[in-house]
């Protein structure tokens, strides 16, 4: 009984670190389902071929394991494929680095 009630507990608290391990295992595979097709609308919605780009920047922390193994290893894949440079960016400086190359290329 009182497993019954431990078990109830955890799976009721959304805090759980049972379900947080849960949850971030289904991010991990939702990025796997999804990432090919999200980096094809980004090239439809830019106008632009694969092979249109000068390089490829990819997330490398901090952030959830899995996620950042798909999207690493997908962007190495990628470089590899395109013959283009990969830079690893951390996520925290992503926007301002964007800003600054925006600015620098208008």
């Known amino acids: 009984m009182a497993a019954n009630r431990f078990l109830r507990y955890r799976f009721a608290n959304r805090n759980s670190p049972t379900l947080r391990r849960r949850r971030a295992g289904t991010r991990f595979t939702e990025h796997l389902d999804?990432?090919?097709?999200?980096?094809?609308e980004a090239f439809t919605r830019a106008e632009m071929q694969a092979t249109d780009i000068d390089g490829i920047a990819v997330t490398v922390g901090p952030g959830l394991v899995g996620s950042l193994l798909v999207g690493v290893s997908y962007a190495k894949a990628m470089a590899f494929a395109l013959e283009k440079p990969l830079v690893g960016v951390e996520s925290h400086r992503g926007p301002r680095l964007f800003r600054r190359l925006w600015q620098s290329a208008g």
């Open 34 to 40: 999804k990432i090919v097709a999200v980096v094809e």
